[in-house]
C-alpha cells in the first residue's frame, strides 16, 4: 500500500500523520523548545526518537519510552536512548523526572487525557514540568476511536483524544497538576504544567 497515512476515526475524520517529520531530525524550533526543559527528560511516545535524540546529542539527560518495537529499533540507530515500554506500564525513576514530553499529538495516547495526565504526574518530581502539544485554541476536543490508515486500513481500532488549547487547563487541575504558559510556537500549540 502506498500513499499518505492517517489516523481515521469510526466517526469520519481523518488526521493526518506527519511521519516524515516524526522520522527527521529535531527542527531547530524543536532544539530550543528542549533547551529549555529542565532534566531529566521523559519523552513518552518518542517515536523515531528526533526528540530524545536531540537531547542526548546534547548531552542531555533523557529517556524515550514507546511501545512499537519498530520505533524503538529506529531510535536506538540514531544513538537515542530508549525502552521499549508502555507509559501506562512501570518505568525506570518514576517520580523523578524533571520533564516529560507529550508532543505530537502523544495526548491522545490511550484516549483518557486525564487519566494520562494523572500517570505523568506521578512520574514527575515534585516541580517537574510536562510540556503537551495541544490543538490550536478554537479546535474541538475529542476522544475518538481511530485506526491508522494507508490507502486502507492497517492496523486495529484504538483509543486516542485529541485536546484544545482551550481545554488543557481545566484537564490538568482534574490530574492535579499547575496549568502555567500555553505557548505559541509557528502553527504549534505547547502547554506547561507544572507538578505541585
Ligand atoms: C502520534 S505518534 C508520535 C510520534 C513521535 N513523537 C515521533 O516523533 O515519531 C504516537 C506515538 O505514541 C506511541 N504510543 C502509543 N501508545 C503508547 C503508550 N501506551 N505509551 C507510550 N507510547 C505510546 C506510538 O507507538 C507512537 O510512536
Known amino acids: 500500500m502506498s500513499g499518505p497515512i492517517f489516523l481515521q476515526s469510526a466517526c469520519g475524520a481523518t488526521i493526518p500523520l506527519p511521519v516524515r517529520r516524526w522520522r527527521a531530525e529535531a527542527s531547530a524550533g524543536e532544539r530550543r523548545l528542549l533547551t529549555?526543559?529542565?532534566?531529566?527528560?521523559?519523552?513518552?511516545?518518542c517515536g523515531p526518537g528526533r526528540l530524545v535524540g536531540a537531547l542526548a546529542e546534547a548531552g542531555r539527560p533523557a529517556l524515550g519510552i514507546d511501545p512499537s518495537p519498530t520505533a524503538v529499533e529506529e531510535a536506538a540507530a540514531r544513538g537515542a536512548p530508549v525502552l521499549q515500554r508502555s507509559v501506562f506500564g512501570p518505568l525506570p525513576a518514576e517520580g523523578r523526572w524533571g520533564s516529560a514530553l507529550l508532543?505530537?499529538?502523544?495526548?491522545?495516547?490511550?484516549?483518557?487525557?486525564?487519566g494520562l495526565l494523572r500517570r505523568v504526574r506521578d512520574l514527575l518530581e515534585p516541580g517537574g514540568t510536562a510540556v503537551v502539544e495541544v490543538e490550536p485554541p478554537g479546535q474541538a476536543s475529542a476522544i475518538l476511536h481511530v485506526r491508522v490508515c494507508r490507502s486502507g486500513p492497517i492496523g486495529p481500532w484504538f483509543p486516542w483524544a485529541?485536546?484544545?488549547?482551550?481545554?488543557?487547563?481545566?484537564?490538568?487541575?482534574?490530574?492535579?497538576?499547575?496549568?502555567?504558559?500555553?505557548q505559541r510556537r509557528r502553527r504549534r500549540w505547547f502547554a506547561w504544567l507544572k507538578r505541585p
Do not use: Q
Not at 103 to 114: A, F, M, T, Y
Open 103 to 114: 508532543v505530537d499529538g502523544n495526548i491522545g495516547i490511550g484516549g483518557d487525557p486525564v
Open 162 to 182: 485529541r485536546v484544545s488549547s482551550d481545554h488543557i487547563a481545566g484537564l490538568a487541575i482534574e490530574a492535579r497538576l499547575d496549568p502555567g504558559d500555553l
Open 36 to 45: 529549555g526543559l529542565e532534566g531529566p527528560v521523559l519523552d513518552i511516545g
